[in-house]
């Protein structure tokens, strides 16, 4: 129930296409909804979030689109670049009791935007 | 901008020895967490600090774990007898009271056993 499944697990676009990358998880009490950027050798950064409040939410070539009642989020870039080519990670997090929240992280979708 | 600061960036240990890998996260943040990432797998939740106290700990975080925030700055994860299977870059990560639930990664430090 504390799973996050992410398809898929590779991505070949081509520059200037849209990358798709889904999302579904289980667990209700997740309550926000990071996407991070890994680059190899790198920590993951912080891309865009959402809450589960709201539907859409974009900031510039990046949107993520939330469907609460199917319990599935995506990330959508747009215009892919080949800097884009990075693995990326959806994320869910959930309150701790003592303090602070926890990310489960998905499994990753390696990108690749060819020229 | 301010970021989450780890050493070393790679170290490589003896099976059984003990390791210190440490972080500085950014200065106003009061939630500090460390993950981990055996190569090619997902980011996977360590244990999580706050108040001075682990406020949770995964399965992975068994009693060769441990955390420590000495000084008021750095923030420590030490293993006590490393095996094998703790190879992996983890990475520390903090979080401020009020920004979300924002949670902010250093680069990570590179454990290889051997």
């Known amino acids: 129930q504390q799973q996050v499944k992410q398809s898929p697990q590779s991505l070949i676009v081509q520059k200037g296409g849209i990358s798709i990358i889904n999302c579904a998880y289980e667990?209700?009490?997740?309550?926000?909804f990071p996407w991070y950027q890994q680059f190899p050798g790198k920590g993951p950064a912080l891309l865009i979030a959402?809450?589960?409040?709201?539907s859409e939410k974009k900031e510039g070539r990046f949107t993520i689109s939330f469907n609460k009642s199917a319990k599935q989020f995506s990330l959508h870039i747009m215009d892919s670049q080949p800097g884009d080519s990075a693995t990326y990670f959806c994320?869910?997090?959930?309150?701790?009791?003592?303090?602070?929240?926890?990310?489960?992280f998905g499994t990753g979708t390696q990108l690749k935007v060819e020229l | 901008e301010p970021e989450v600061t780890q050493t070393p960036s790679h170290q490589v240990t003896q099976m059984g020895q003990e390791v210190i890998l440490r972080c500085v996260p950014i200065?106003?943040?009061?939630?500090f967490y460390w993950y981990r990432q055996i190569l090619g797998q997902k980011v996977e939740f360590l244990v999580s600090?706050?108040?001075?106290?682990?406020?949770?700990k995964s399965e992975i975080f068994d009693d060769q774990f441990s955390v420590e925030r000495p000084d008021g700055s750095n923030f420590t994860l030490k293993i006590r007898s490393t095996k094998l299977e703790d190879s992996a870059m983890y990475f520390c990560?903090?979080?401020?009271?009020?920004?979300?639930?924002?949670?902010?990664f250093g680069e990570g430090s590179w454990l290889t056993v051997v």
């Open positions: 959402i809450r589960p409040d709201v």
């Open positions: 200065s106003n943040h009061l939630y």
């Open positions: 600090f706050y108040n001075n106290e682990i406020s949770e």
């Open positions: 667990n209700t009490a997740f309550d926000y």
């Open positions: 994320a869910a997090s959930t309150i701790l009791t003592g303090g602070g929240n926890k990310l489960t």
């Open positions: 990560a903090s979080r401020y009271r009020g920004s979300g639930n924002t949670i902010y």
